[in-house]
């Protein structure tokens, strides 16, 4: 069965923010965009189970955030750079260039 990933016109700019907005899945973008191509899903640090790894990479794919292929027994992703520049322009270096949120107990 071929993975799921949506044509550039049927990509939801609500779907788009939503996958950004896990800190699990953010991190992944934010790693993909500082490589600059393409990466295998197990070269990214997350510190989270297997089955919710599957689960994150799911929701980002099927935004239209990333796209994956396979690479022999592994399981390359990259970010949709194009597609989602020209159907959302500066969408993605808006979310990438916002401050990270620390955790500050003073605050």
């Known amino acids: ?4 990933h949506p044509h550039r016109d049927q990509l939801l700019v609500e779907d788009v923010l939503a996958a950004l907005g896990h ?3 953010i991190g ?3 790693e ?3 490589s600059e191509g393409e990466r295998t899903c197990g070269s990214l640090s997350m510190d989270v ?3 919710t790894a599957t689960f994150h990479w799911r929701v980002l794919r099927e935004a239209g955030v990333t796209r994956e292929h396979k690479i ?3 399981k ?3 970010l949709r750079l194009e597609d989602l520049d020209a159907r959302f322009p500066g ?4 979310v990438l260039g916002a401050t990270v949120p620390t955790l500050d107990p003073t605050a």
């Open 49 to 51: 189970t297997k089955a």
């Open 91 to 94: 969408l993605l270096a808006a």
């Open 76 to 78: 390359a992703v990259e």
């Open 23 to 25: 800190p699990v899945r």
């Open 1 to 4: 069965m071929a993975t799921y």
């Open 28 to 30: 992944i973008v934010r």
């Open 72 to 74: 022999g027994r592994y």
């Open 32 to 34: 993909l965009a500082a």
